[in-house]
């Protein structure tokens, strides 16, 4: 391709609104442009690379045995009624209505079209296990779309379903996909982690993140260094932490005026945060009051709380009268002395603690001496784990210390087991003449989002810095000046050649000033540029460098495509 027919709009500024240094540079670059909020256009370069990314996840779920299929984006709304989602998906799915008033949905997942088409088909178990996938636009009415293609309202993604005759089934699918999505991840040159994640609304199954490492990431894990567990902040399992064998005092009650926050009764008392007790009073849609206690200086999981206290969906933070209803105050609230009306749930860490720190259930008082497994009434407390993980807790697997970073979600794997077959009575025939209800998975990839994810973690002041594998262009050959004949003649040879070796290169063949182009080639990112000057015509050597880093090669013509094909085998 010659940069002349290119239609690659750069650009020095980037939208005010951008934020991510992904957005900025996509922008820049000329690789999206921006229609409404959440919505884009992928320009030339962005859709190579988008292209190739999905030319990978193709490769890889092919290799699995998943096939392609297109199903459509047009969805009627019956399939989301008789699966319960029309009304609990809420604002998130994009709805219209046709002329004759039916109504449809703009498809945000496939769970119900996939089973639905399944079911009318897949009789049998001897056409199992089946894997089928798409690559497609999905639509969600994000609450907040941002940062460009990472959170937009329109985005492709691939999604696959699996579906299996029991559990074990499934979990082979499962790791089949596992393994499909590390390489492909790694294929594309990514450094990401799979992440376990949370799946309590659906109970049961496996589910893992993957998550590009980046500190503009939105999702927060934990990860060990040690060894390969990661984990999502709102996953994280804990186990409960030791405290030193003491000799317990007796439970007293003292005076604290004003000391309402943690921070104000260990400074008031003079005893360390790990000594106290800290209440996050909660109310869920019943309005039962829910009261979490964790040591001082860790925080509440609502998520483990959610999956400890049975029947409750979502939490809120209680009103004051709720609070007084239970016999307490805010700010001052404890197990010992709250009344029955309360859920209490004592994070399992706190139940080792001995002489502590805790509220005294009425305004300006503390309890001292505090020691759960001895005060606490253990019949109407939920002991559980509880709490956020933070750096520096023990890895469940190794024991060694975690680490906490930021991420990207770019892909995720799903058992769902029978949520959807069971819903849409989807159902074959086993091998013992009996009807049973297939065992799904499901595994979405987004695509734009990965793009951004690479960008995230591959750029410097100039630009983006493309992994190879992924780069719309892998090289550009650059004539200083296109205007020279014998320059552009060389340049052009060169090009041919790099072809002919099956590179996918760019001739940069404009007559802008060399700086310019530089300039475009750096913010652009291609991972190779070949450098054509008067002295490459003098000295018959050519001038490579390499965007990464920076660094200029100079090869002998002769050798250069072999020199070039070698050198991006190693980027
Ligand atoms: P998130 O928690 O970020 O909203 P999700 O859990 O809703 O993601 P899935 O339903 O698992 O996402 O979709 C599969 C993949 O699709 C995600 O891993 C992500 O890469 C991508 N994706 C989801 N929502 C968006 C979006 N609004 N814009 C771009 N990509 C998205
Ligand atoms: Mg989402």
């Given at each position: 391709?010659?940069?002349?027919?290119?239609?690659?709009?750069?650009?020095?500024?980037?939208?005010?609104?951008?934020?991510?240094?992904?957005?900025?540079?996509?922008?820049?670059?000329?690789?999206?442009?921006?229609?409404?909020?959440?919505?884009?256009?992928?320009?030339?370069?962005?859709?190579?690379?988008?292209?190739?990314?999905?030319?990978?996840?193709?490769?890889?779920?092919?290799?699995?045995?998943?096939?392609?299929?297109?199903?459509?984006?047009?969805?009627?709304?019956?399939?989301?009624?008789?699966?319960?989602?029309?009304?609990?998906?809420?604002?998130?799915?994009?709805?219209?209505?046709?002329?004759?008033?039916?109504?449809?949905?703009?498809?945000?997942?496939?769970?119900?079209?996939?089973?639905?088409?399944?079911?009318?088909?897949?009789?049998?178990?001897?056409?199992?296990?089946?894997?089928?996938?798409?690559?497609?636009?999905?639509?969600?009415?994000?609450?907040?779309?941002?940062?460009?293609?990472?959170?937009?309202?329109?985005?492709?993604?691939?999604?696959?379903?699996?579906f299996d005759r029991d559990v074990d089934g499934m979990n082979v699918s499962y790791d089949k996909m596992y393994d499909a999505y590390s390489k492909i991840f790694t294929r594309c040159g990514l450094k990401f982690r799979a992440v376990e994640a949370d799946n309590g609304a659906i109970g049961g199954g496996h589910s893992h993140e993957f998550t590009v490492l980046a500190p503009s990431g939105e999702s927060s894990i934990a990860y060990c260094t040690a060894c390969d567990y990661a984990a999502s902040?709102?996953?994280?399992?804990?186990?409960?932490?030791?405290?030193?064998?003491?000799?317990?005092r007796p439970l007293e009650k003292v005076s604290t005026p004003d000391c309402h926050t943690i921070e104000l009764v260990k400074n008031f008392l003079?005893?360390?945060?790990?000594?106290?007790?800290?209440?996050?009073?909660?109310?869920?849609?019943?309005?039962?009051?829910?009261?979490?206690?964790?040591?001082?200086?860790?925080?509440?999981?609502?998520?483990?709380?959610?999956?400890?206290?049975e029947g409750a969906n979502h939490l809120y933070m209680?009103?004051?009268?709720?609070?007084?209803?239970?016999?307490?105050?805010?700010?001052?609230?404890?197990?010992?002395?709250?009344?029955?009306?309360?859920?209490?749930?004592?994070?399992?860490?706190?139940?080792?603690?001995?002489?502590?720190?805790?509220?005294?259930?009425?305004?300006?008082?503390?309890?001292?001496?505090?020691?759960?497994?001895?005060?606490?009434?253990?019949?109407?407390?939920?002991?559980?784990?509880?709490?956020?993980?933070?750096?520096?807790?023990?890895?469940?697997?190794?024991?060694?210390?975690?680490?906490?970073?930021?991420?990207?979600?770019?892909?995720?794997?799903?058992?769902?087991?029978?949520?959807y077959s069971e819903a849409l009575h989807a159902t074959f025939l086993d091998e013992d003449g009996k009807t049973k209800t297939f065992e799904m998975g499901c595994y979405g990839i987004g695509v734009g989002r990965t793009m951004a994810a690479a960008i995230e973690q591959n750029n410097d002041a100039d630009g983006i810095i493309w992994p190879r594998a992924i780069a719309p262009f892998e090289v550009v050959v650059v004539p200083v000046n296109a205007k020279d004949a014998a320059q552009l003649n060389l340049a052009t040879e060169i090009y041919d050649e790099l072809a002919a070796a099956g590179v996918d290169v760019l001739l940069d063949d404009r007559t802008e000033r060399a700086g310019v182009k530089f300039k475009d080639c750096d913010l652009i990112g291609y991972p190779l540029r070949v450098t054509v000057s008067p002295k490459t015509l003098a000295s018959g050597d050519v001038e490579v460098k390499i965007r990464r880093g920076g660094q200029m090669m100079h090869f002998a013509r002769g050798e250069l495509v072999t020199k070039v094909v070698e050198l991006l085998e190693t980027l």
């Open positions: 391709m010659r940069a002349t027919q290119l239609y690659a709009p750069t650009l020095r500024e980037s939208p005010a609104e951008a934020e991510l240094v992904s957005h900025k540079l996509m922008y820049r670059a000329g690789l999206i442009r921006k229609a409404a909020g959440g919505l884009y256009s992928y320009l030339p370069l962005g859709w190579r690379t988008m292209k190739k990314i999905m030319q990978i996840i193709r490769e890889e779920m092919d290799a699995k045995g998943g096939q392609e299929v297109m199903m459509p984006i047009v969805q009627p709304a019956e399939m989301w009624q008789e699966s319960g989602r029309w009304a609990v998906y809420g604002d998130e799915m994009m709805r219209l209505k046709d002329r004759h008033g039916r109504e449809f949905a703009l498809g945000p997942t496939h769970e119900e079209m996939i089973t639905t088409l399944i079911r009318d088909e897949v009789r049998s178990y001897k056409q199992l296990p089946l894997m089928l996938y798409q690559i497609q636009n999905k639509y969600r009415d994000e609450i907040r779309p941002r940062f460009g293609l990472m959170r937009s309202r329109e985005f492709v993604m691939k999604d696959l379903y699996s902040d709102e996953k994280a399992p804990l186990n409960p932490i030791p405290a030193e064998a003491e000799e317990l003079h005893v360390p945060i790990e000594k106290t007790i800290k209440a996050v009073a909660f109310m869920d849609d019943d309005e039962r009051l829910i009261v979490a206690f964790v040591r001082g200086d860790h925080d509440v999981n609502e998520i483990k709380v959610l999956n400890v206290v209680a009103g004051e009268k709720l609070i007084a209803d239970a016999n307490s105050v805010a700010g001052f609230m404890s197990p010992i002395g709250l009344a029955d009306s309360a859920i209490v749930v004592v994070d399992q860490t706190v139940m080792q603690m001995s002489n502590a720190v805790a509220g005294a259930n009425e305004r300006d008082a503390h309890f001292v001496n505090v020691t759960p497994r001895r005060d606490f009434d253990a019949g109407k407390i939920i002991v559980a784990d509880i709490r956020m993980v933070q750096a520096g807790d023990p890895c469940p697997h190794c024991g060694k210390p975690l680490s906490m970073t930021r991420g990207i979600e770019v892909g995720q794997v799903f058992t769902l087991g029978k949520k």
